[in-house]
């Protein structure tokens, strides 16, 4: 008797998984290729006459997509990215979004209650920041900087020109150095301090509670902190692994499993791959997170496919490949186990 009430809430899961039987839609121009993940009870043709009648202007294929889709149409959340051309010469684009009927799942964290001026100690690198944006970026992805870093002189031209974060970031691997950068992150609005903090706590990675902080700054409400968050916590994880008790920083892995912040997604269950996050947590992350994980698993390697079957091969200890029927099955089963 057991067994069929098993059989019976894995098929109800399993139906619930796949509304109107699509999780995403592909959209193909002579200049592009859009694939558009997470779709419910939205098409892309739906979604083209709003366009049509809210922003004459713009169309999926514009770079200011995900805003538009946010500001316009009442997405409560969106991102798109951009990965060169195909073979045809075609612009490859991924829309990510949450249809407005779920805008619950979207759980950005209140905004710092202050804002400071930019920190003494962090001034040097601000300059940096805002003088050569393009270096910085590369600077925070770039392994032998960001996780390898020495305490020697920089040499060649663009780290003479990056030498002033060098500085900072040896000045502030200390106690207070840490101090500060947990209390800009508690405490400050200012975007600027937050990104330096962020970039402070790259040298404390041996604490979890350093990935934890790096994590929840995906879901505050400032594109450039949680950019940069990413940025950091995908180089930390791909070049420094190690393993993380994630349980702690559970509800906000959660929000981003929803669809909080989707730029950050796909980066995320990178890093909770690389740093073995525990099967255990596969039912709390599967709980709001399936219906957008398995949408990956059914779209492009661009819309995140193999990391997304990464992600729960670590969480499942199976290795279905690319057996869509079979992870559904056990996504449906997972998500429904209590922890």
Not at 5 to 25: D, F, I, K, M
Not at 210 to 228: K, S
Request: net charge positive; with cysteine; aromatic share 6%.
């Amino acid at each position: 008797m057991r067994r069929v009430h098993l059989v019976l809430r894995v098929s109800v899961a399993l139906a619930s998984l796949t509304p109107a039987g699509r999780a995403q839609e592909v959209l193909i121009t002579p200049q592009a290729r859009v694939e558009v993940i997470g779709l419910k009870r939205w098409t892309v043709p739906m979604i083209q006459d709003s366009l049509a009648r809210y922003s004459p202007q713009d169309s999926l294929t514009s770079h200011a997509c995900a805003a538009i889709l946010r500001l316009k149409l009442g997405f409560p959340d969106a991102a798109a990215s951009y990965f060169g051309r195909d073979s045809s010469g075609r612009e490859r684009i991924v829309v990510a979004i949450v249809e407005p009927q779920d805008s619950a799942l979207v759980r950005y964290r209140a905004p710092a209650p202050d804002s400071a001026p930019d920190i003494a100690e962090y001034a040097a690198a601000l300059k940096v920041f805002r003088s050569h944006n393009h270096e910085f970026q590369a600077l925070i992805q770039d392994s032998t900087f960001l996780v390898a870093r020495s305490d020697a002189p920089a040499t060649d031209a663009r780290r003479v020109l990056l030498e002033p974060v060098r500085q900072m970031l040896v000045g502030e691997r200390t106690a207070s150095g840490h101090r500060r950068a947990i209390k800009v992150l508690t405490q400050d609005r200012n975007p600027y301090n937050r990104v330096m903090a962020l970039l402070v706590l790259s040298g404390f990675t041996r604490d979890d509670l350093t990935w934890w902080t790096l994590a929840d700054e995906l879901r505050y409400p400032n594109g450039m902190a949680g950019a940069t968050a990413s940025q950091i916590l995908t180089t930390l994880a791909r070049y420094t692994p190690r393993t993380v008790d994630w349980t702690p920083a559970l509800d906000g892995l959660q929000a981003i499993m929803a669809g909080t912040n989707l730029f950050a997604q796909v980066q995320l269950l990178e890093v909770l791959t690389r740093t073995k996050v525990a099967p255990y947590l596969a039912g709390p992350l599967l709980q709001a997170g399936a219906p957008l994980l398995l949408a990956r698993l059914r779209a492009s390697r661009e819309a995140g496919h193999d990391v997304t079957r990464g992600f729960l091969e670590q969480v499942s200890g199976k290795h279905y490949g690319d057996d869509l029927d079979a992870w559904m099955t056990w996504v449906a089963s997972a998500r429904d186990t209590p922890r």
